[in-house]
């Protein structure tokens, strides 16, 4: 991973039924981790609430991991599923 | 936003309801500069050697695994076959070898151990002899072991007494494992045209022709293909090995890029993506469920061999476009325990030995994890065998063999090995004898399509 001077760059992905907070935990979360949001999106895909986060994520405070199982903890309990994953994995399943 | 958020949702749906993963990622490491006369020196050698060069591989998995969000199921050592290995040794059995493989594979908390391994398809060398002489015992007193032996080349032709002789080790090798419903004989396989890269067990070894260390991927994604497939129930076939395509290159590109990652961070070279599409027992993971979803009744019904051709092929053609490092075995893979949809097929009487050995002509291995009555003999085993290598020889392709003559078990009884290994219902074998045939020794010769120099 090159963890200098370039831009590091995670989706964060909320699925699940619509709950009054979400957007609010998961972006305070990422702000104590210093986590910039570059882009954020929201739909429902089969009755299904979708948010879907581009942020950026270079300099975190206390590294990927943990950010990832932070986030995971609070979908667990807000009952919805939230995902960090690395922008590369996007990159590379659909462009060449 | 810089992405499109369909992508992302159907990456997102991918993993998490359509059993998206990688299956594993596979460290080959050279154990030739290993060798000494004395065994207990080759022994702490071996393992200071996997423990050193593997120390990290888990851990690398792990990571990657939280930063793509993406399961990484296995993690694997593949090593030089133990036959060149050991050659050098004074003492002839070769067991002390495999459980010093077992223990350096616990240490470094890795699944599965591949390379109790021996190249015969022309003849053998002493090391090779001693090396099948101790499989049974081998894989009966370790549990991450996995043991191969290549038997026959298109350009060698068919060794017939190592068939034989494999014949009587799978025998053996179950019979030690009575216990476990012959759980021995599931982690070996006998080859043609073996690859030298190729990161799934039981097959898996590091070839002479690769480097001192490399990291090898195999994908695995039959519920994401089965999907798309569903997904279009009256597309006509050029549609259909399209979208398979399309998805087969989404899937690979995963392993390509989880492949580069790991060589990365790790220090060692990337060697190859194996883009075969590997199932698991899990609900819908199935290659003969894709097959049903093309419009088969059941896998193994009339129609079979030719959807699986289709499918094949067009794993391999998206594929190939997303890595430049494509390698190993490469296709479908079709071991019956190990697919919840050929279980069923067997159950139901659609799926039998001989569709199966049809089916192997065109799709990357062979006969794969099938369970045979106990009283199978060891010269029947063999001409199951010897039929499989000659697909393998005729058609320039690897073909294998792992089955399982379960002790105590006939027709209408079931084998449960659980974990990806699977259970499987015990299948049919023709009750003719084949045995002054596999007896008659020698070696069958290579094939014209050999001779292409």
């Known amino acids: 991973m090159n963890n200098n001077n370039s831009q590091e760059r995670a989706v964060v992905t909320v699925l699940g039924s619509d ?3 979400i957007v609010a935990k ?3 979360t990422l702000a104590e981790h210093n986590a910039n949001i570059i882009d954020i999106s929201q739909t429902l895909l089969d009755d299904l609430f979708t948010m879907i986060m581009l942020v950026e994520v270079s300099d975190l ?3 990927f991991e943990n950010l990832n199982e932070e986030l995971e903890a609070i979908g667990n309990d807000l009952e919805v599923k939230i995902m960090l994953q690395h922008e590369k994995v996007f990159r590379y399943m659909h462009r060449i | 936003m810089l992405f499109n958020t369909g992508e992302i949702l159907e990456t997102v749906k991918m993993i998490e309801s359509e059993n998206f993963d990688i299956r594993t990622i596979t460290m080959g490491i050279s154990l030739r500069d290993c060798a000494h006369p004395d065994i207990e020196v080759l022994n702490k050698q071996i393992y200071e050697k996997i423990t050193t060069k593997a120390k990290d591989l ?6 990657i695994e939280k930063q793509f969000g993406v399961p990484i199921i296995n993690k694997r050592i593949s090593v030089t076959p133990i036959s060149i290995v050991a050659n050098a040794c004074k003492e002839t059995d070769y067991t002390s070898i495999a459980q010093t493989l077992d223990k350096a594979a616990k240490e470094v908390g890795v699944d599965f151990i591949g390379g109790f391994s021996a190249l015969v398809h022309k003849g053998y060398t002493s090391g090779e002899r001693n090396l099948i002489k101790s499989i049974p015992q081998a894989l009966a007193t370790t549990d991450r072991v996995c043991s191969s032996v290549n038997v026959a080349t298109t350009k060698a032709g068919i ?3 190592a068939v034989l002789e494999m014949g009587q080790v799978i025998k053996k090798c179950a019979e030690l494992t009575a216990d476990k419903d012959g759980l021995g004989a599931a982690k070996l396989v006998v080859f043609c045209n073996v690859p030298e890269d190729n990161p799934f067990m039981a097959g898996a070894f590091h070839g002479t022709g690769e480097p001192e260390t490399v990291i090898n991927i195999g994908v695995s994604g039959p519920g994401v293909v089965k999907n798309v497939v569903e997904k279009i129930p009256d597309a006509n076939f050029n549609e259909l090995a399209d979208t398979i395509k399309r998805t087969a290159f989404k899937i690979t590109r995963m392993g390509e890029l989880v492949g580069q990652t790991a060589s990365e961070m790790l220090g060692v070279p990337f060697g190859i993506v194996d883009l075969s599409l590997a199932p698991t027992p899990a609900i819908g993971d199935s290659v003969a469920n894709i097959l049903e979803g093309m419009g088969l009744e059941y896998c193994g019904t009339h129609g079979t061999t030719a959807a699986l051709a289709l ?7 998206g594929g190939s476009m997303a890595s ?4 190993g075995l490469s296709g479908a893979f079709i071991p019956v325990s190990e697919d919840q949809g050929m279980i069923e097929a067997t159950k139901i009487g659609a799926l039998t030995l001989e569709k199966l050995e049809a089916m ?8 794969d994890m099938i369970a045979v009555p106990g009283d199978t003999t060891a010269e029947t085993i063999a001409a199951i065998t010897a039929d499989e290598m000659a697909i393998g020889m005729i058609n320039k392709k690897t073909t294998a063999v792992r089955i399982i003559p379960a002790p105590n078990k006939t027709v209408g009884d079931e084998v449960v090995f659980g974990g990806l290994l699977g259970e499987a219902p015990i299948m049919k074998v023709s009750k003719f004898k084949a045995d002054k045939f596999v007896h008659r020794g020698g070696r069958i010769p290579a094939p014209i399509q050999a001779l292409t120099n």
């Open chain 2, 360 to 367: 192997t002509c065109v799709c990357s291995v062979g006969l």
């Open chain 2, 311 to 317: 499918l094949n092929d067009a794993v391999k053609k």
């Open chain 2, 324 to 327: 430049s490092s494509v390698g």
């Open chain 2, 159 to 161: 060794n017939m007494d």
């Open chain 1, 26 to 28: 998961v972006t305070a």
């Open chain 1, 19 to 21: 709950k009054v907070g």
């Open chain 1, 61 to 63: 405070t206390n590294g």
């Open chain 2, 58 to 63: 888990v851990e690398v998995a792990n990571k």
